[in-house]
């Protein structure tokens, strides 16, 4: 039922900062976790950040310390900001939502992000 819209992502140089932003088309709140996934080319698509509905965050260990997963229920968006780019985080950027431990996941059309060196 829900549906997921990215935005945000870019070129920026390394060192540079983006701001990726999630857009929900229900209610945030209930859903037991949701997070941001890349894929670059020629790789597959990896977990940068979750959050659950409870506020417990992981992050992948190359982005920790650069990146940082929150969310803002009031307007069912989830945000990731990501600084101190590297060349190395170019890729498209997906969300993710995990409604319950059996339900489908839910995926965005992804937002592409390009880091030149």
């Known amino acids: 039922q829900v549906q997921l819209v990215e935005s945000g992502g870019g070129l920026v140089q390394p060192g540079g900062s983006l701001r990726l932003s999630c857009a929900a088309s229900?209610?945030?709140?209930?859903?037991?976790?949701m997070g941001w996934y890349r894929q670059a080319p020629g790789k597959q698509r990896e977990l940068v950040a979750r959050?659950?509905?409870?506020?417990?965050?992981n992050y992948a260990d190359s982005v920790k310390g650069r990146f940082t997963i929150s969310r803002e229920n009031a307007k069912n968006t989830v945000y990731l900001q990501m600084k101190d780019l590297k060349p190395e985080d170019t890729a498209v950027y997906y969300c993710?939502?995990?409604?319950?431990?059996?339900?489908?996941?839910?995926w965005g059309q992804g937002t592409q992000v390009t880091v030149f060196s």
């Open positions: 993710n939502a995990e409604p319950d431990a059996i339900s489908p996941t839910v």
């Open positions: 229900g209610s945030i709140s209930s859903i037991y976790s």
């Open positions: 959050i659950t509905s409870g506020g417990r965050t």
